[in-house]
Nanobody, 125 residues
Framework: LQFVESGGGLVQAGGSLRLSCEAS????????VAWFRHGPREEREPLSC???????????DYADLVKGRFTISRDSAKNTVYLQMNNLNPLDTGTYYC????????????????WGQGIHVTVSS
C-alpha cells in the first residue's frame, strides 16, 4: 500500500492545519484509516479513525487533549483522508502518521501493518 502524508509544518498556537493522507494504487475507501501522533506523551497515540463505512471514532480516552479540536474526514474522489486540527497548542507538536487497516478501526498501533512516512507538526507558543 502506498500513501503520502502532507500538510504539516510550523504554526502558531491557536492556529489550524489540515493533514492529508493520499493513497495511490489502491482504494482507500475499502480501508479504515487512523491518525496517530508520536508526541511527548506516548509512543504513537491514536487520535481518530474513519471506518470503511465512513463512520468515525475519536480516541478521546487515549488523546483527551485533542477532544473537540481534531476532525477526521474522507474525500473518496481524491482517495484521501484528512485530519483537520484546530486551536493547536504546543502540546500538539509531534510527528503525525496515517495508517490504513482493512475495514476496522483499532486504537492499538500494533494492529496496523502499513504506515506513512510521518509528517511533523510544530506549534509555537
Amino acid at each position: 500500500l502506498q500513501f503520502v502524508e502532507s500538510g504539516g509544518g510550523l504554526v502558531q498556537a491557536g492556529g489550524s492545519l489540515r493533514l492529508s493522507c493520499e493513497a495511490s494504487g489502491f482504494t482507500l475507501d475499502n480501508y479504515a484509516v487512523a491518525w496517530f501522533r508520536h508526541g511527548p506523551r506516548e509512543e504513537r497515540e491514536p487520535l481518530s479513525c474513519i471506518r470503511a463505512d465512513g463512520t468515525t471514532i475519536d480516541y478521546e480516552d487515549y488523546a483527551d487533549l485533542v477532544k473537540g479540536r481534531f476532525t477526521i474526514s474522507r474525500d473518496s474522489a481524491k482517495n484521501t483522508v484528512y485530519l483537520q486540527m484546530n486551536n493547536l497548542n504546543p502540546l500538539d507538536t509531534g510527528t503525525y502518521y496515517c495508517a490504513p487497516r482493512f475495514k476496522f478501526c483499532t486504537p492499538s498501533p500494533a494492529n496496523y501493518d502499513y504506515w506513512g512516512q510521518g509528517i511533523h507538526v510544530t506549534v509555537s507558543s
